[in-house]
């Protein structure tokens, strides 16, 4: 298919900025690798596939993304596996997941065969830039934005698929206290909270804002209706461990994203002969197993961390600490088979991993 379309032209840097980048002290978010992936799409189809510097791109002041925000990403890592292969975690989900935020959005489709091989050929020519120390990873961004000059309010015509890369330490993950959010919403039913939409993290910075000067680094966030049911936990699927069960919300409400590290370690916690339980879950039930010490663990799922422990929850003024990190076996253990398999030193019995 990617015959058809043209093939993907590559201008390489001149100099590569690798030996400006100290690999054991990275700047989250602020170095980037040397080269960005880029495609155009205009009169229905997608061209002009082109890998060139990471540079700054020219955008018209009348771009429709800036003003109505027909904007979306994903976000996914590649690690140094044991012989120094480099290793993608799930892409293909991430694709299709583009595609269902783009439809939402009233973007065109990318098709995976262009996110796909776009991907491969900037990993392979930026393949220097994956962390080989342990921790470290290669943080991918794939992206679209509506770049027709339009004043309008209509879906654009135009639209640019991007996909850069950023190397990125291991991520300390202290545990987070977290403030269950009781009157802003992230998300409503018929809305875009299953879709990774720009504006989606836009509306959730200053409620965000407001728990962090209370002293909260994350908000849980329950639905629009009457905050009664947990949704998510900043920016990540959230799930509780309660007796023998791991507890988290289901999606069918289209007001969670469907996170692919949500996905994996269900099914990892199902193999480990956990019982999975995808439902509603009430904020009520989750502070009576508090109270009753039950709550063995609550933690967040999702790329930036693998998971992320909860230290404390705080619902209404009153705060429930949760067991030490030391003690939350379940989590610590697929956190760390989970890393296992991205990097490669066990068997990826899912096919998960994606070799470039
Ligand atoms: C990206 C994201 C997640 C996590 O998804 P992963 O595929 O596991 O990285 C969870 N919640 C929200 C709101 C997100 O944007």
Redesign the pocket.
Known sequence: MIEEMSKISIEKISESKISTVDFSNIVFGKQFSDHMFVADYKDGKWSNLKIVPFAPIEISPACAALHYGQSIF???KAYKGVNNETLLFRPY??AR?LNISAKRMCMPEIPEEIFMEGLTQLLKLDSEWVPKNEGSSLYIRPFMFASEQLLGVRPSEEYKFMIFTAPVNSYYSQAVNVKIETHYS?ATEGGV?FA?AAG??AAALYPAKLGQDAGYQQLIWTDSVNHEYIE?S????VMFHIGDKLITPNLDFKT?????????VLTLAKEMGIIIEERRVSVTEIIDAAKKGLLKDVFG????ATIAQVASITFKDERFELPPISERELSNKISHALDDIKRGRVEDKHNWNYKI
Request: charge should be neutral.
């Open positions: 994903e976000g996914m989900d991430n997941r992230r909270g990774k989606n993290y998510e900043g920016t990540m699927n969670t994203l469907a996170g692919i590290t949500r996905d994996s799922t999702g790329t930036a």
